[in-house]
């Protein structure tokens, strides 16, 4: 960000905004990178061989994409704050602490994960190398870490809330944080039978996600098309509300496609598959019902103008963010509605659990649902920064947008080959064997789909280069109204 243009009330709370929008940036290079790392080692076994484990690469390629994109939505909440409430966020000065605290744990834990990689798993590992669950690996120590800076943030949110002006979005995502902070809490106890610590284990990894992040980037979105094209907020908020209805309600029934697989009777299969399915619905619909209603606006404006009659005009005052927010609005339904009930279905997923489905399903819902919503925000934080009234895209920002979602949707395509692989031989023909696995495993379709999805990992990561670059340039270029 060249230049600063922040003043006036909640001028720190943004500043503090772009300090977590800026580390959160680096670990998504990170992310990327170590995602690269692990897709060559799948097609290249010995590439960093005893260097770099590929169970190592792929957790840190994991838990970098879970702690940028929390650093993303704690920058985008003390970003919108003060708008929505019309105060500086109380205990600002707590907040840049813990921020620091937050960015020293996260790259002492990086740090241990690449130098140590692993422990004799005993109770010094569990508290100082990782965990070894899946996507929660942090340290023990890391967690109440997080927890500690998670509290601070949901105490500032309250505090501000309280004090200043009370909107729909501020209240949602009082209510969405309790349930924030309450969920992560189910991933930081053991218990000695194994069905019952992985059922403890997916209320953090689904309903921690599918629940409360969903509502999160619900109230990011209604900010956000307020700011953009000043989308009506009763029909955001509406749609709001009936977001925060239907994941709380379908997203604890919604994690019953994974019970039957550890020990759970078999109605929680399709009692899972149907209310999963049902979750980003009023995501969409709150997108949709707004451009309508936009549109229609519009469409009567020129008419007006036509009849020679003054017109007030919709511009879109960020074309980057609006355009990321489009890709969150169908992404979303995309990546975590349609891939996910291509495999949650009990009669699909008896086959396809375990696959590289899955691993389809996450690359294009993590993308859909969350990261394009975070990065629209990001222009928003570098519009505002900068003192730009109307941000247009220039040739990175398109070249950006184009390679980094044809490059995921390019990876979740390959991926979802290399499942139907898996499917066809793993499982139906060969019964779920060890040998069906590994025969799986070797086939020509399973290994080009492979590489096509290193391939697409490679266009990913140059799109996130160019998003980098017009982050670094917006402040300089001309083209943008001031």
Not at 15 to 40: D, E, K
């Amino acid at each position: 960000m060249a230049s600063n243009h922040l003043t006036g009330i909640g001028s720190e709370s943004k500043q503090l905004a772009t300090w977590y929008f800026t580390f959160a940036i680096i670990l998504f290079g990170a992310q990327l990178l170590f995602g690269l790392v692990a897709a060559i080692q799948y097609v290249m076994p010995g590439f960093l061989f005893e260097l770099l484990d590929f169970s190592v690469a792929r957790m840190i390629h994991i838990n970098a994409l879970v702690v940028w994109m929390v650093f993303a939505m704690f920058g985008s909440v003390y970003w919108l704050l003060p708008d929505e409430t019309g105060i500086e966020t109380v205990g600002i000065k707590i907040g840049k602490l813990l921020y620091w605290v937050f960015v020293a744990a996260i790259v002492v834990v990086v740090l241990v994960y690449l130098i140590v990689q692993v422990g004799p798993a005993d109770e010094m590992s569990i508290w100082f190398i990782h965990e070894g669950r899946e996507y929660i690996e942090a340290p023990r120590w890391a967690d109440w870490g997080i927890v500690v800076v998670a509290l601070g943030f949901v105490a500032n949110l309250f505090m501000t809330g309280i004090k200043g002006k009370q909107t729909g979005i501020v209240t949602v995502l009082m209510a969405d944080m309790l349930a924030f902070a309450g969920l992560y809490l189910a991933g930081m106890f053991f218990t000695d039978n194994i069905s019952v610590d992985q059922y403890w284990w997916w209320w953090v990894i689904h309903l921690w996600v599918e629940a409360t992040w969903e509502v999160f980037v619900g109230a990011l979105a209604a900010y956000a098309l307020i700011t953009i094209i000043g989308a009506k907020r009763q029909v955001v908020e509406m749609w709001l509300w009936i977001e925060v209805a239907m994941l709380f309600g379908s997203g604890i029934l919604g994690m019953g496609h994974h019970y039957f697989w550890i020990g759970t009777p078999e109605y929680w299969w399709e009692i899972g598959a149907l209310f999963s399915a049902l979750e980003p619905l009023p995501l969409v619909a709150m997108f949709i019902h707004v451009l309508y209603d936009w549109g229609k606006e519009t469409g009567l404006q020129m008419a007006e103008g036509a009849e020679g009659h003054a017109i007030a005009g919709h511009t879109i005052t960020n074309k980057p963010a609006f355009t990321w927010i489009v890709l969150n609005a169908f992404g979303n339904f995309l990546g975590a509605g349609i891939w996910g009930f291509f495999h949650t279905l009990p009669q699909v997923n008896l086959y396809t659990h375990g696959t590289q489905f899955t691993s389809a399903h996450g690359h294009l819902a993590f993308f859909g649902a969350y990261a394009t919503i975070l990065i629209g925000m990001m222009y928003l934080a570098i519009q505002g920064t900068n003192g730009i009234k109307v941000l247009k895209h220039t040739k990175s920002s398109i070249a950006g947008i184009w390679m980094i979602a044809g490059g995921v949707m390019g990876m979740g395509i390959a991926l979802t080959i290399a499942g139907y692989v898996q499917v066809l031989v793993s499982r139906a023909q060969m019964g779920a064997t060890w040998a069906g696995y590994f025969d799986g495993q070797s086939g020509m379709w399973f290994s080009q789909a492979m590489d096509w999805r290193l391939i697409m990992g490679v266009v990913t990561f140059l799109g996130f280069a160019f998003l980098i670059k017009d982050f670094l340039s917006t402040g300089k270029n001309p083209v943008h109204e001031r």
